[in-house]
């Protein structure tokens, strides 16, 4: 390397070896690093979400961001259908569920466990998610894919927050939503954490 920080071309020896992906025993430890920092709790309630790839791929969401707990409401598909077991892999263990409730039932039992119940849903009066108050503990609802949310689950509910697009679409794909905003949930208690990034040595 010249003083110029040039490396003619060659690539500089990394200080503490060749980037690699980590190996599964260190990803657990980052993972029990992040989960001692993090403390709001977290639950969603599905409503009416009829493909069984979504609601494996949200099991999947759920249990990597520590979700408590999944209402399955309307006709959502339960994870004892196969077909949600090849995007659950599995994840279903990690989070306690309950199926066939109805919207207004659910809503009550997430309310009743100290929830504040915020739909991710596009409405007129929804607030974009990243202005969203998603402090404390937080039921997040997602609705189907034919017809979102029902009008029972809007009106039961305590806010509704929706996820800006800027593309030429009508909506995301729901398990997309939920990622997202289960994602910007976890996001703000992180971000407020004071000291270092948990895994750093
Ligand atoms: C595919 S969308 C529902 C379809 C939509 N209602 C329609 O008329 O085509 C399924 C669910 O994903 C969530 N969703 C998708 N895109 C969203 C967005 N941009 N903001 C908030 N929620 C969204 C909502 O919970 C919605 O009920």
């Known amino acids: 390397m010249n003083d110029h920080g040039d490396t003619g071309g060659r690539r500089a ?4 070896g060749p980037r690699r992906q980590l190996r599964p025993t260190d990803v657990k430890r980052l993972n029990r690093a992040w989960r001692r920092e993090t403390h ?4 969603l309630i599905v409503e009416s979400v009829t493909g069984p790839f979504n609601v494996g791929s949200i099991f999947r969401t759920a249990a990597a961001f520590g979700v408590d707990r999944i209402w399955l409401a309307g006709n959502t598909v339960g994870p004892a259908n196969p ?3 090849k995007t ?3 994840c279903d263990r990690f989070v306690r569920y309950e199926e066939g409730v109805t919207p207004r039932d659910a809503v009550r039992a997430a309310r009743e ?6 739909a991710v849903e596009l409405t007129g009066d929804a607030v974009p998610l990243h202005e969203a108050d998603l402090a404390g503990d937080v039921c997040l609802v997602v609705g189907g894919e034919d017809h979102g949310c029902s009008p029972a689950l809007l009106e039961a509910v305590d806010a509704v927050c929706y996820i800006p697009q800027t593309g030429r679409v009508g909506s ?3 398990a997309v939503a939920a ?5 910007e949930a976890r996001r703000r ?3 407020a954490l004071p000291g270092p990034v948990p895994g750093r040595a």
Do not use: M
């Open 40 to 43: 709001g709790r977290l639950a």
């Open 172 to 174: 995301l794909n729901v």
């Open 13 to 16: 020896a990394r200080p503490g």
């Open 179 to 183: 990622a997202i905003a289960l994602a």
């Open 88 to 90: 659950a892999l599995g």
């Open 83 to 85: 077909k949600v077991q």
């Open 113 to 118: 466990d100290g929830y504040r119940v915020v």
């Open 189 to 191: 208690e992180w971000a």
